[in-house]
């Protein structure tokens, strides 16, 4: 089955300061590739996705980047704020099937 | 209106006993889930059902017992807890269409503490 691996597992950022968070896949048959971003006692919530037939996604702060060739995707946060404080995962799923695979999750910490 | 709910939110018990938690989805979604997330924030997959059938299973002991009456509800149950069962519990349902499946909605969760 489908490996994610993330990295890395904690980040602290000063506030207005970029993050970065990267995936790697191992199914090459993967093609959708969601983030989520849990808050401390929350549910997870999506974020943003991006399908395996672009590269790059942006939606306001934050963007994703998807290299297929290398099976890697990053999440991009850029002009961090203290409520960007969350675990964020990565995920792969291939066509057609129901599972979705999470990566090990990052703990983003904002500082003021 | 909550999209996704999911009972009891806290579930406090002893080894050994069974206990259940419900999940309910009012979005009209074909596909529900039950995810594993244990004390290091890992979130592992245990069973999906695609209109009440079983689609995945994943290693799981058979202790735990998906059912599902209609594709709105998935309940989970588990006999003769153990330590290691200890963990919080979502439920998450998504839509397919066609050959995409669509985003997971997750409830809040169910924290299971075995004692």
Redesign the interface.
């Known amino acids: 089955g489908e490996n994610v691996e993330q990295h890395p597992s904690t980040l602290s950022v000063q506030e207005g300061d970029s993050a970065v968070i990267k995936c790697t896949y191992s199914d090459s048959a993967s093609n959708?590739f969601?983030w989520?971003k849990?808050e401390l006692g929350?549910?997870?919530?999506?974020i943003i996705?991006i399908r395996s037939n672009v590269g790059e996604k942006k939606d306001q702060r934050i963007a994703v980047t998807l290299n297929k060739t290398a099976k890697h995707f990053s999440l991009h946060i850029t002009e961090t704020q203290p409520e960007d404080s969350a675990?964020y995962?990565c995920a792969a799923?291939a066509?057609?099937?129901?599972?979705?695979?999470?990566g090990?999750?990052t703990?983003l910490t904002v500082i003021p | 209106d909550t999209a996704v709910s999911q009972t009891p939110k806290y579930l406090v018990t002893q080894m050994g006993n069974d206990k259940s938690i419900k999940c309910e989805q009012n979005l009209g979604h074909d596909t529900m889930y039950w995810y594993k997330q244990d004390s290091k924030k890992f979130l592992k997959i245990m069973f999906s059902y695609n209109n009440k059938e079983l689609i995945i299973n994943e290693t799981v002991p058979n202790r735990f017992s998906p059912k599902s009456p209609d594709k709105a509800h998935l309940n989970l149950h588990i006999n003769s807890l153990e330590l290691g069962d200890s963990a919080v519990y979502f439920c998450a349902s998504s839509q397919a269409s066609g050959s995409l499946t669509g985003e997971l909605f997750f409830g809040e969760g169910s924290r299971l503490t075995v004692l």
Request: glycine share 8%; no cysteine; net charge positive.
């Open positions: 959708y969601p989520y849990q929350k549910r997870p919530q999506l996705d675990v995962f799923r066509t057609g099937a129901n599972n979705l695979f999470f090990t999750g703990r």
